[in-house]
């Protein structure tokens, strides 16, 4: 979905597994093996020559991927331009970045700036999203009434009108998938650590320490998401927890729940202050979106002889040790 936004719906499949793949192998290169150096800038290079050739080469084939794509949609613009066809599919997130202009300088973006800015668009909730996602499907094949619960919210929000997809604007009228999500976020958070630390502006006492002006500091999300202080039963997933109406925890509704902390700190999924993710929105959007329509056309139960295992393991996100196996029955 980042990629057909980012450059526009003429993209194959192919090419977006390929980039998938390569964007995986980027990621896991920046966590495992780039270390030495940046420890070493130097040095490193020339005692890891092997690994740091084999680095370039992973990086120069996904902005390879990139670059093609950026030509491929300039292209298509251009073309549309010179025989005056309107773009049918609207403006993609490539299309601004093309023609976007420097105020001060008066000239477009180059061409590896756009690289940068697309790999960043396109990399920046795609493994996130997809772990996220994961962890609240593993929670509904895990409890078969929170699915039927979401079915029971989806033709709430339809009534009568027996549509083959959930569209954006249904979501507004199904409350409890939004909770689902939102609970998801709590249980489970994608990552157990903000990507960016924080400095202390002056130095503070907590807990009876001194932490000196300009340390790093660093939390825990999930802690923060599991605070028996704040939640109640904090270990369970409870969607109810975030709905208006509920008895159990009428403080954490959704209309006024804050998921940006801004306001108060309970969970921060996306993190906080200026460094939050700036594509909360859309993720939460993306979420729900997808959770809808992947209950409403499919049954989903574990695999034969299997139960849903909740461990948890440690990769670029936090993942399951023992990914989802489910078995799907198409509903219509």
């Not at 936004?5 to 093996?33: M, S």
């Not at 008066?106 to 940068?116: Q, T």
């Not at 929670?139 to 009568?160: C, F, S, T, W």
């Amino acid at each position: 979905m980042l990629v057909l936004l980012c450059f526009g719906d003429n993209v194959e499949d192919k090419q977006i597994r390929e980039i998938e793949a390569d964007q995986q192998r980027h990621f896991k290169n920046l966590q495992y093996r780039l270390r030495p150096f940046i420890i070493f800038p130097k040095l490193g290079k020339f005692l890891f020559r092997k690994q740091w050739k084999e680095l370039i080469e992973i990086a120069t084939r996904y902005d390879d991927a990139i670059v093609a794509l950026i030509r491929s949609r300039k292209k298509i613009t251009e073309q549309e331009k010179d025989t005056s066809r309107k773009d049918q599919g609207g403006v993609f997130y490539v299309d601004t970045l093309l023609n976007f202009q420097d105020p001060e300088e008066e000239e477009n973006l180059k061409e590896l700036e756009i690289v940068g800015l697309c790999k960043e668009f396109v990399g920046a909730g795609t493994d996130s999203t997809k772990t996220a996602l994961q962890w609240i499907m593993a929670n509904v094949v895990k409890y078969p009434a929170i699915q039927a619960r979401i079915l029971e919210d989806i033709r709430g929000g339809i009534g009568d009108d027996q549509r083959k997809f959930i569209e954006e604007d249904d979501l507004q009228k199904m409350p409890y998938i939004k909770a689902v999500v939102l609970e998801g976020l709590r249980r489970q958070p994608p990552g157990y650590t903000p990507l960016t630390p924080r400095a202390v502006t002056e130095d503070v006492e907590l807990g009876g320490y001194i932490v000196p002006k300009g340390t790093a500091v660093n939390f825990l999300i999930t802690d923060m998401g599991r605070d028996s202080n704040v939640w109640e039963n904090p270990m369970e997933f409870k969607p109810e927890r975030f709905l208006k109406n509920s008895d159990d925890d009428q403080e954490h509704h959704q209309e006024g729940f804050d998921v940006t902390g801004s306001r108060e700190i309970k969970m921060v999924p996306f993190g906080a202050g200026r460094r939050i993710c700036p594509g909360n929105g859309f993720a939460m959007l993306h979420m729900e979106y997808l959770v809808a329509n992947l209950v409403w056309h499919f049954e989903w139960k574990p695999a034969d002889g299997e139960d849903v295992d909740l461990t948890e393991k440690f990769d670029l996100t936090i993942s399951m040790k023992n990914p989802l196996r489910v078995h799907l029955s198409p509903r219509f």
